[in-house]
């Protein structure tokens, strides 16, 4: 069955296989958080994006080899299950270098724009996206044998980028941010995996833009 990112809470995972990276999606928590299991299909190795809620979910999903928990961003209900996960299997902590103060376990590795973040043989690009929070980062996955593959976190969602509490200038933040830093350098067939929710496109999303802008959210 085709991967559709269409999770629920006590639902089912799906599950997405790609070349080199097996992306396990599933809902977690009140909110509806979504966290992503990335295993790299030479090592085995997997990365844990948002430790949400649920320890006992996200421990079963991992079962063994989590070597990484990356906190796309502050947030409380993006690391609710981070404490108990690490505890459990003993994985290195990472998150956005501005927003680790800002969450409830210390960070290990302390992660700024630009910077690569591996998992086993694949490489992530983390890029810093201001606005949701100060330190929010985002995850992109370039395939070499297929599209990109991004990792929003709360930045962006189908229907527009997230919130930013009726703050103009965060919001100008934001939407800068994610224009030029997953948009202008990622192609339309880019997947978009969010922290809450279906997924989406950036095909799907572009021509959007300057609606979002005219609506100031």
């Given amino acids: 069955m085709s991967y559709h990112g269409a999770v629920t809470v006590g639902g089912t995972p799906d599950v997405r296989e790609l070349a080199h990276l097996v992306i396990t999606k ?39 080899n989590l070597a990484t928990v990356v906190t796309t961003h502050q947030h409380h209900d ?29 960070t290990d590795v302390l992660l700024d724009d630009g910077d690569t973040l591996r998992v086993g043989e694949v490489a992530l ?50 939407l800068h941010d994610v224009e030029t830093k997953v948009f202008a350098p990622l192609a339309d067939e880019t997947w978009v995996y969010p922290g809450h929710g279906g997924d989406t496109t950036l095909g799907a999303e572009r021509p959007q833009l300057d609606e979002w802008r005219a609506r100031g959210w």
């Avoid at 609710?80 to 376990?105: H, K, M, Q, S, Y």
């Avoid at 890029?127 to 990109?148: E, F, K, N």
């Fill in 125 to 174: 690009t983390v890029r810093h996206v201001v606005g949701h929070t100060p330190g929010a980062i985002v995850l992109v996955y370039d395939d070499p044998q297929g599209h990109s593959h991004v990792f929003t976190g709360d930045c962006l969602f189908p229907g527009g980028v997230g919130n930013t509490e009726g703050d103009p200038e965060r919001f100008r933040s934001l």
């Fill in 26 to 64: 599933v809902a977690v928590g009140s909110m509806n958080n979504n966290s992503y299991l990335l295993r790299c299909r030479a090592t085995g190795e997997q990365l844990l994006i948002d430790a949400a809620a649920e320890a006992p979910v996200l421990l079963e999903t991992v079962g063994e």
């Fill in 78 to 106: 993006h690391w609710f299950a981070l404490a108990e996960v690490v505890a459990a299997t003993g994985a290195t902590t990472a998150a956005g270098r501005i927003d680790a103060p800002g969450i409830g376990v210390a």
